[in-house]
């Protein structure tokens, strides 16, 4: 890998680490493999990782609460393979690939974030209650 792990002190700048994403691309590609020849990983589906995914996300939760970085890193990374095998698997049906959520993710904190975003300058001294607002009202008005 080209970086540092988030074990122990470190801390994990993924941008600086790895300009290029090639442990993002890594991962994708062990995703592809997992999904070509592992007959587990082959046979899943999004409704078959349901509950592997809940039980991911309550780990991380677990973590948190007992300030275990190191448990914390694992299960994150354990969600971060979640996201891209859901993504793998939309991406064979011809749904979505993962550069789609990651544009989609992207696009959505940029546009609910204009207060960092934006040189408007009403808001250059937001408060923490008036980003809670404005993000409120931006999210009310995407759906």
């Known amino acids: 890998m080209g970086g540092k792990t988030c074990i122990k002190k470190g801390v994990f700048l993924y941008a600086i680490i790895d300009p290029e ?37 309550g780990e991380a939760i677990e973590a948190i609460d007992e300030n275990d970085y190191d448990h914390l890193c694992e299960e994150l990374g354990d969600q971060l393979l ?3 095998m859901h993504a793998a ?29 934006t040189k408007n300058k009403k808001y250059k001294n937001i408060s923490v209650k008036q980003v809670l607002k404005l993000w409120g009202e931006i999210k009310k008005n995407e759906h």
């Open 21 to 57: 994403m090639k442990d993002f691309d890594r991962l994708v590609e062990v995703v592809a493999t997992l999904r070509k020849k592992c007959p587990w990983d082959k046979k899943q589906t999004h409704k078959s990782l349901k509950p592997y995914m809940l039980e991911e996300v």
């Open 82 to 84: 979640h996201i891209v």
């Open 89 to 117: 698997i939309a991406q064979e049906k011809k749904r979505f690939s993962i550069e789609d959520v990651i544009n989609g993710i992207c696009a959505k904190m940029i546009r609910r974030h204009p207060h960092v975003f």
